[in-house]
C-alpha cells in the first residue's frame, strides 16, 4: 500500500478512474510555442536532475497533503523545448485526453512547480496519478493534471475540465478550513494578506 493510501489521501480522478497505468511505454510530449518540440519516456523523465519539493497539495474540494514530492522541475523541462517569447501559459493534457488545464508560465516556472513521479520516495500510481503528475503547491489542485501525457505552451490561458464548469481559472488558494490529510484534524488556511502566504502556497495552517 502506498503511503498516500495508507494516510487516508482521497483519491478522485473527476473524469472517471483510468484503471492501472503502466510507466512503460509512457510518453510526454512538450510543445506549442517552443522552439524544439520534445518527446520524453518515463525512463528519460527519471534520467533528468532531480528535485524534491517537501510541500502541500490542497484541493478546492476541502483537503491538503504534506509530502516530499520527487520529480523534475517544470521549468527544466521547459528549457529543453525553448518556450517562445510570445509562451504565457502552460496547458497540461491528462492521459485520455479528457481532462486538461492551464497555469500561468510564471507560476510553472516556479522552484516547486514539478513534474512529479514519487511521493516520500515511492512511485505514484495511477490513484494519485501517476506514472508523472503536475505537482504546483501555488494554487488549487485542479490545476496539478494528474497522468500527463503532454505539455502544450500556449500565448493564453485555454479553459479546462474544471474551467468550463465553473471554476476559477486563477485557482488562487483561499483563506478556508480543511482537512489535514497528515494529522486527520480540520485546520484553517491563513489568508494572502496575513503575509503567512507570499506565493499563494500553504506553508502553515491557524489552529
Known sequence: MSKLKEIHTPIFWAEGHPGPLSAEGWQVRLGGLVEKPVALTYE???ALPKSIADARLTSVSGWSVRGKWGGVRLSDLLALAGPKPEATHVQFTSYRQIYTTCIPLDVALKERTLLAYEFDGEPLDADYGGPVRIFCPYLWGYKSAKSVVAITLENHSIPGYWE???????????????????????RHIPSTSSGRRPDGEVIEFLD
Open 44 to 46: 528519460e523523465i527519471l
Open 164 to 186: 468550463v464548469r465553473g471554476y476559477p481559472d486563477h485557482a488562487q488558494i483561499k483563506a478556508r478550513q480543511v482537512l489535514d490529510v497528515n494529522t486527520q484534524r480540520w
